[in-house]
Nanobody
């Protein structure tokens, strides 16, 4: 398994931007598909974006398409989530996750970070 640590969350006004980073430990990071999920208070954890092990395929939930961009740097064992045009409804704890297969369902992922809070004020 791989260990994951998120950073980059914070408080931002609506329309602003944040960049989340997920640092992974382990020599096999490049073998893993990576995902970003979020969980708002009282709601289930939901898929946000995912990227294939090679970085050539990206997937997004409809509500963030055109605003969020997922990327990865396998040389640095890092996956990023650039979030632009943030909305109050984006407020949640954001988690990165890793799995050899990946996908949009949280149960598919075996490794999780501790999460980072993103708060968007109106």
């Amino acid at each position: 398994q791989v260990q994951l640590v998120e950073s980059g969350g914070g408080l931002v006004q609506a329309g602003g931007s944040l960049r989340l980073s997920c640092a992974a430990s382990g020599r096999t990071f490049s073998s893993y598909a990576m995902g970003w999920f979020r969980q708002a208070p009282g709601k289930e954890r939901e898929f946000v974006a995912a990227i294939s092990w090679s970085g050539t395929s990206m997937y997004y939930i409809d509500s963030v398409k055109g605003r969020f961009t997922i990327s990865r740097d396998n040389a640095k064992n890092t996956v990023l989530l650039q979030m632009n045009s943030l909305k109050p409804e984006d407020t949640a704890v954001y988690y990165c996750a890793a799995d050899l297969v990946g996908g949009s369902y949280p149960k598919l992922y075996k490794s999780w970070g501790q999460g980072t809070q993103v708060t968007v004020s109106s």
